[in-house]
């Protein structure tokens, strides 16, 4: 890049390697931080959720059923131990 001038808006803009080198860094860093941004921002919508198919084989036919269901969990009512037994929520 030494040597020849680039053009800027129709204007000629001299930059020197050190400056190149920095805005290309500036640029890298701009794009990380979007980019990390809209893949937080898309983990957001994520919800726990159970799927159960069930096949039910007679001599009439085959019946099939898909039930699903989201979980919600806000805290407000935490579900079971490992051993059964339920906390209830602190005032």
Do not use: H, Y
Request: hydrophobic share 30%; proline share 7%.
């Amino acid at each position: 890049m030494e040597g020849k001038e680039q053009t800027f808006c129709r204007a000629p803009l001299k930059l020197t390697k050190k400056d190149l080198e920095e805005l290309v860094m500036k640029r890298f860093v701009a794009l990380s931080t979007a980019f990390m941004l809209a893949i937080g921002i898309a983990g957001c919508d994520r919800k726990a959720q159970t799927k159960v198919t069930e096949v039910e084989k007679t001599p009439g036919g085959t019946t099939t059923t898909e039930v699903d269901k989201t979980v919600k969990s806000t805290g407000d009512n935490p579900p079971a131990n490992s051993s059964g037994e339920t906390v209830p929520p602190s005032k």
